[in-house]
């Protein structure tokens, strides 16, 4: 079955390290993206991918970083500049256009230890 | 800009009574317009969309939602909720052009037995 998956789902980090979260799909979907969801504040949009080797910085991109070198993965590098970093993280794909709406993955959990 | 907002945080109803959750929208031109729900620690399902055409739609699960122009709203309906209801529900809309889709800061459902 097509689908998007996210790994790992649990993820324990210290403070001062980078971590990276794994999104891949296999929907053959053009675009992308990374939310973060904390308690009331709904999601916000991390940074998106509309095609390879290109994204853009969503609303709250400092302290992550992405890389898009396949159409089936985009992978999300938080990094010792995010100060609050704990948080769930949800990667979503779409296909060309909205129509469709997003496929989400069912969420990474990231917790600073 | 796009923006949703979502008035009610929680939402309480009895199992067997009907529910309405409510959005209202910001948008120029005829939005994209979508209703996700999520489980505890999991990604988003795309309960229902709508684009244009008939303004009442259906989805899965027995939601409808009614698109409604001249109150910039598009409020989540069920006649009849059960227990596995219990979940927080988003609102988003989406321009269409770019992508990118605007989430409410969700609302969550509890159901009293």
């Known amino acids: 079955d097509g689908g998007i998956t996210q790994s790992p789902k649990y993820l324990f980090r210290k403070e001062g390290q980078n971590v990276t979260l794994s999104c891949e799909q296999n929907l053959n979907h053009d675009a992308m993206y990374w939310y973060r969801q904390d308690p009331g504040q709904g999601l916000r949009l991390i940074y998106y991918s509309q095609i390879v080797n290109d994204f853009q910085k969503g609303d709250i991109a400092e302290g992550y970083s992405v890389s898009r070198e396949k159409k089936e993965s985009f992978p999300l590098t938080v990094t010792s500049a995010q100060k609050n970093p704990t948080a769930f993280y949800l990667c979503a794909s779409l296909p060309q256009g909205q129509f469709y709406g997003y496929t989400f993955g069912s969420g990474t959990r990231l917790t600073v230890v | 800009a796009q923006s949703v907002t979502q008035p009610d945080i929680h939402i309480t109803v009895s199992e067997g009574a009907s529910l309405e959750l409510r959005c209202n929208y910001s948008?120029?031109?005829?939005?994209?317009l979508f209703w996700y729900v999520q489980s505890p620690g999991q990604g988003l399902q795309l309960l229902l969309k709508y684009f244009s055409g008939d303004t009442l739609v259906q989805g899965i699960k027995g939601f409808e939602a009614e698109f409604k122009r001249s109150q910039s709203s598009f409020n989540l309906r069920k006649p009849s909720v059960h227990w596995s209801d219990a979940a927080e529900y988003f609102c988003a809309v989406g321009a269409g052009r770019d992508d990118k889709i605007i989430f409410g800061k969700g609302t969550r459902l509890h159901i009293l037995p």
């Open positions: 948008y120029g031109a005829t939005p994209y």
